[in-house]
């Protein structure tokens, strides 16, 4: 179905998006400084690099961990907690960026 290249080309997209999500949650203080409400949109950059780190793990257990393994209750429950997660923390990061303001 994917090819070795696609594979590869999902696994470098998935250490960019888990790179981008540390480097954010670092430096959550240093970009929400010039905030009116620093601390809420410093919450709002963390919750958005948790969404990228759960987008990351969506990726690869969507793409590379069901090319390895069979498709089965584990790959599905951890693609499934990932999209809950995922999207509970880009809810946050939406209204924690909105009250930030």
Do not use: K
């Given at each position: 179905?994917?090819?070795?290249?696609?594979?590869?080309?999902?696994?470098?997209?998935?250490?960019?998006?888990?790179?981008?999500?540390?480097?954010?949650?670092?430096?959550?203080?240093?970009?929400?400084s010039?905030?009116?409400?620093?601390d809420?949109?410093?919450?709002?950059?963390?919750?958005?690099?948790?969404?990228?780190?759960?987008?990351?793990?969506a990726?690869l257990?969507?793409?590379?961990?069901?090319?390895a393994?069979?498709?089965?209750?584990?790959?599905?429950?951890?693609?499934?907690?990932?999209?809950?997660?995922g999207?509970?923390?880009?809810?946050?990061a939406?209204?924690?960026?909105?009250?930030?303001?």
């Amino acid at each position: 179905m994917w090819s070795t290249f696609g594979r590869s080309v999902i696994v470098v997209m998935s250490v960019a998006l888990v790179v981008a999500g540390l480097w954010l949650w670092t430096h959550a203080g240093f970009l929400a400084s010039d905030a009116s409400r620093p601390d809420v949109a410093g919450w709002a950059i963390r919750s958005g690099a948790v969404a990228a780190v759960a987008a990351a793990q969506a990726l690869l257990s969507y793409f590379v961990i069901t090319a390895a393994f069979r498709r089965g209750f584990f790959t599905t429950a951890v693609r499934f907690t990932a999209g809950l997660v995922g999207g509970a923390a880009v809810v946050s990061a939406v209204a924690l960026g909105f009250a930030g303001r």
